[in-house]
């Protein structure tokens, strides 16, 4: 709950000056990678970060709503789980800049972008997640309205293969750490 809104804030200000459409950060990748994997490993590791942050809020939650603790803490979950595969797909793409150049690299991003998968269609469901962990947060009175609402604002925060960094990015992961890190220090120094 206290690292990860960290490491997703450093993910997006190291790419924020790089535009967000497949090309550019393939391009930025090719003539700044150090930053570039810099900040997508920051994402990833921000994203794993995250599972045991959701893990004790749907704890948290579950105390006094056990459905909504279930159901919120499972979806986010599986949302994560499709972030991490997107991951692995920009992961996937910036070895490709480094084994063919970044024109091939962009082509053959571009010709297998929507290629089918089983988690296109589920795509959305991080968005949910982060609805349902707001929603159970401020019901249960684990979170008061301001910051269910900053963790509901996670919802609009942009996914996928090779997204850029964002004005409204650095935004979102601020109001994440503004929902989280107070509730992650408070479950830290409580005694059980």
Same mark, same amino acid.
């Given at each position: 709950?206290?690292?990860?809104?960290?490491?997703?804030?450093?993910?997006?200000?190291?790419?924020?000056?790089?535009?967000?459409?497949?090309?550019?950060?393939?391009? $930025?990748?090719?003539?700044?990678?150090?930053?570039?994997?810099?900040?997508?490993?920051?994402?990833?590791?921000?994203?794993?970060?995250?599972?045991? $942050?959701?893990?004790?809020?749907?704890?948290?939650?579950?105390?006094?709503?056990?459905?909504?603790?279930?159901?919120?803490?499972?979806?986010?979950?599986?949302?994560?789980?499709?972030?991490?595969?997107?991951?692995?797909?920009?992961?996937?793409?910036?070895?490709?800049?480094?084994?063919?150049?970044?024109?091939?690299?962009?082509?053959?991003?571009?010709?297998?972008?929507?290629?089918?998968?089983?988690?296109?269609?589920?795509?959305?469901?991080?968005?949910?997640?982060?609805?349902?962990? $707001?929603?159970?947060?401020?019901?249960?009175?684990?979170?008061?309205?301001?910051?269910?609402?900053?963790?509901?604002?996670?919802? $609009?925060?942009?996914?996928?293969?090779?997204?850029?960094?964002?004005v409204a990015g650095i935004i979102e992961v601020v109001a994440l750490g503004i929902a989280l890190v107070p509730l992650g220090v408070r479950v830290v120094r409580s005694p059980s």
């Amino acid at each position: 709950m206290v690292i990860a809104p960290a490491l997703l804030l450093a993910a997006e200000l190291l790419r924020i000056r790089f535009p967000y459409p497949v090309p550019q950060q393939l391009a $930025a990748y090719r003539s700044h990678p150090a930053v570039m994997t810099a900040s997508y490993s920051l994402s990833t590791v921000g994203l794993i970060a995250l599972l045991p $942050a959701f893990v004790t809020l749907a704890v948290l939650i579950g105390r006094t709503g056990p459905g909504w603790g279930v159901a919120a803490g499972a979806v986010a979950t599986i949302g994560l789980l499709v972030n991490a595969f997107y991951e692995g797909w920009s992961h996937l793409a910036f070895t490709l800049v480094d084994a063919l150049g970044p024109e091939a690299a962009t082509r053959v991003v571009a010709d297998t972008y929507a290629s089918f998968s089983v988690m296109y269609p589920i795509t959305f469901i991080d968005n949910l997640g982060w609805i349902l962990l $707001a929603v159970g947060a401020y019901l249960s009175r684990t979170l008061g309205w301001f910051r269910a609402l900053c963790l509901a604002s996670m919802a $609009a925060h942009v996914s996928g293969v090779l997204k850029g960094g964002t004005v409204a990015g650095i935004i979102e992961v601020v109001a994440l750490g503004i929902a989280l890190v107070p509730l992650g220090v408070r479950v830290v120094r409580s005694p059980s």
